[in-house]
Nanobody, 128 residues
Framework: EVQLVESGGGLVQGGGSLRLSCAASGFAIDDYVIGWFRRAPGKKREGISCIKLSNGNTYYADSVKGRFTISSDNAKNTVYLQMNSLKPDDTAVYYC?????????????????????WGQGTLVTVSS
């Protein structure tokens, strides 16, 4: 059974940090692109960061570039999102998702409909 489980969310003050984890089971992430998405109150789902495990290519949305870092531990079949300098605008439910070998273009890998598997989400709340 394919499964993705996010963890690491919580309540932090502005300027703080969190590390989110996306643990995969039922498939090997080295053949996939893993994306992080978020859904903020009143907003549509936003693709914020992706990693192509086969070659390590990464993508960051402008909204998080310079503050967030995506990484992976293939031995643990896990992808991480290190979030620094958090802002109240980062408050959202964060999801990880997986798709096998999509076209590596920002408009593709940030499109939620491209992804086959999704986690349940983890809530990040950033206070001011």
């Amino acid at each position: 059974e394919v499964q993705l489980v996010e963890s690491g969310g919580g309540l932090v003050q502005g300027g703080g940090s969190l590390r989110l984890s996306c643990a995969a089971s039922g498939f090997a992430i080295d053949d996939y692109v893993i994306g992080w998405f978020r859904r903020a109150p009143g907003k549509k789902r936003e693709g914020i960061s992706c990693i192509k495990l086969s070659n390590g290519n990464t993508y960051y949305a402008d909204s998080v570039k310079g503050r967030f870092t995506i990484s992976s531990d293939n031995a643990k079949n896990t992808v991480y999102l290190q979030m620094n300098s958090l802002k109240p605008d980062d408050t959202a439910v964060y999801y990880c998702a997986a798709v096998n070998n999509p076209a590596w273009r920002s408009e593709v890998i940030t499109e939620s409909s491209v992804y086959d598997y999704w986690g349940q989400g983890t809530l990040v709340t950033v206070s001011s």
